[in-house]
Structures are given as C-alpha cells and as structure tokens.
C-alpha cells in the first residue's frame, strides 16, 4: 500500500540565512517528499542572495512574494526617482543592490501561486488569492476566508506574508498559514514553518518551530554593513527579529497618517506610545490619538 507523501512549506526567510539553515536541517530530518516556498524570500534582511541560492539550487518550486517585486522594481528601476537618494529608502537600495544579476532573473522568473505537484488539493499563494500585499492572519474574518476559498477547487489554501501562523477549518476548505522563517510576528522568535500529510479525506497539518541562535543573525546585519547603512529602516528590522513582532510596518504607517517624517526623532517617540500587543489598526488608533495627527 503506498504511503500518502508529506509536503514542507516554508515561507518568508527574509535574507535571515541561520535561520533557513536551521530550517533546512530540520528539514532534512523529517525527509518530505515535496517542499514548497511561498515567497518572501529577500527583503527585510542582510542576505538575500545567499538565501536565493540555496532555495534555486534545491530546485524546489517556489513563488514571488511582495518583498521579490519590491526589490525588483528597486533594480528595474520601476520606482519614483527620489527613492534613489531619500535616506528612508536606504535599506531597500542596499537589499536591491546585494542580488546578483542572475537572483533577479530568477525572481523575475517566479509564478504568483502553484500547486503541489503530489497533491493538487493544495494551493500555495504568499498573501491571498489576489495579492501578495494584503494578507491572512488570526485577525481575518471566516467569511473573508470563505470568500477567498470560493471557487478555488482546492482542499487546503496555504499563505505565508503575516509572518503570522494560522490553521482555520470552514466549510468551503482550510486556510493555513505557515508563519515566518525569518522574521516571525508572533512573538516566538522560532524559525517557523509547517508540515502537511494527508490523512485519508483530511489533512494533518503540523507547525514546525526551530530554534536557531539569531546572535549569528545579528552578527551579520553588523558584519555585512546592512545595520549601518540601512538606515532607521535596518534598525527596525533588528527590533523586529529582537522583539518576534512588527515596528517596521506601524512606524511607516503611522508617519504616513500622521504626515510626520519617518526619522530617528518620530521613532523615539513611536516606540514610547507603541504596544505591540494591540492588533495593527488598534495600534495606529492609539499612536495617532497619543500622538495626534500633525496639523
Ligand atoms: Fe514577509
Ligand atoms: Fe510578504
């Protein structure tokens, strides 16, 4: 009697290069038949390249999440001119600049969604169905779910992007999402990522979490120059892999409603009014209350 397979998948690593390692080991024990990347592979860290290299010489399928078409419009120069100069776009120049030209043409080359070659009944996107920016999260409503599923022919849908990881059944299919490698959001600095075997009609779904030492991951951000020349943006970045949780985005955010400059001085006082633990659009309220709007 032949054994269903089981199937890794594994979704922003975010040029954390001791954390996909970590993963890869663990990997290699548990021996899937098929593993699976559902992009995110750059951006938000110091190694991307080295990330993509090892994921392309797997030869494993894999997708393109947003931080793949940010950096590309950064080298394809599809972005505003002033991005070349201001000092908040530094990070992404220096991310952008680190691939080599053949990482580009291979994340150039990467489809939006895939199937399992084993198993079709699973769908692999990095946001949602629609997008790779907007996302899936604990947050997301059933019927925002079940409207995803709808008409997709598909038994489990599997997303990464939140860095949140999430298992949901509804009528219409489940919805898992694998969590972060990386850069994970939900407060468990873990590498993370899930495991899929089909048990007769169902699916057993199991959630990886490895501990990998991240002082080497701090180390690289120093070594390599990123801390340094990253600017505010590298430096939230490391909060984040510090903290297992979001600034980048809040900060951002927040100096875009408020129409403050997002520098050292609004950082300061960001993170002093900041909770993490408060969901995103909680979060904005209460900074922008706390901090009020610039007239
Ligand atoms: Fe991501
Ligand atoms: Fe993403």
């Known amino acids: 009697m032949s054994r269903s397979p ?19 080991a663990d990997v290699e024990r ?6 699976l990347i559902g992009g995110d592979l750059v951006g938000r860290g110091p190694e991307g390249s080295r990330v993509v290299t090892t994921i392309r010489d797997t030869g494993w399928q894999t997708i393109r999440g947003n931080h793949e078409d940010y950096l590309l419009d950064f080298r394809r120069r599809r972005v505003p001119v002033a991005w070349w100069s201001q000092r908040r776009w530094a990070a992404s120049r220096w991310m952008a600049a680190e691939l080599s030209a053949a990482d580009v043409a291979w994340i150039e080359a990467l489809p939006p969604m895939l199937r399992s070659a084993l ?28 409207r995803h599923l709808a008409g997709l022919n598909t038994e489990v849908l599997i997303c990464g992007h939140t860095h949140r ?10 919805v898992v999402n694998v969590g972060s490698v990386g850069l994970p959001f939900n407060r468990d600095p ?8 089909r048990d007769g009609d169902d699916w057993q779904v199991e959630p990886r979490k490895i501990d990998y030492d991240r002082r080497k991951t701090y180390d690289i951000y ?3 120059g990123f801390l340094a020349e990253g600017g505010i943006t590298a430096g939230l970045l490391k909060l984040e892999l510090e903290q297992s949780t979001a600034y980048l985005g809040p900060f951002l955010k927040w100096a875009e409603i408020t129409d403050r400059r997002p520098d050292r001085d609004a950082l300061d ?8 633990a ?11 209350v706390t901090m009020g709007a610039k007239p």
């Open 222 to 224: 120093e070594r390599s």
């Open 119 to 146: 198993e079709p009944g699973l769908l692999l996107v990095h946001g949602t169905p629609e997008s790779a920016n907007a996302g899936l999260g604990p947050w997301t409503s059933d019927a925002e779910l079940s």
């Open 269 to 276: 006082r960001v993170l002093a009014a900041y909770d993490p």
């Open 190 to 197: 873990r590498a993370q990522y899930a495991l899929f075997h």
């Open 278 to 288: 408060l969901p995103m659009h909680e979060q904005l309220r209460q900074l922008s």
């Open 30 to 35: 548990r021996r899937p038949d098929e593993v």
């Open 6 to 24: 089981t199937i890794a998948v594994l979704a922003d690593v975010h040029g954390n290069m001791p954390a996909l390692d970590a993963v890869l």
């Open 165 to 174: 990881p999430m298992d949901r059944r509804l009528a219409e299919g489940r």
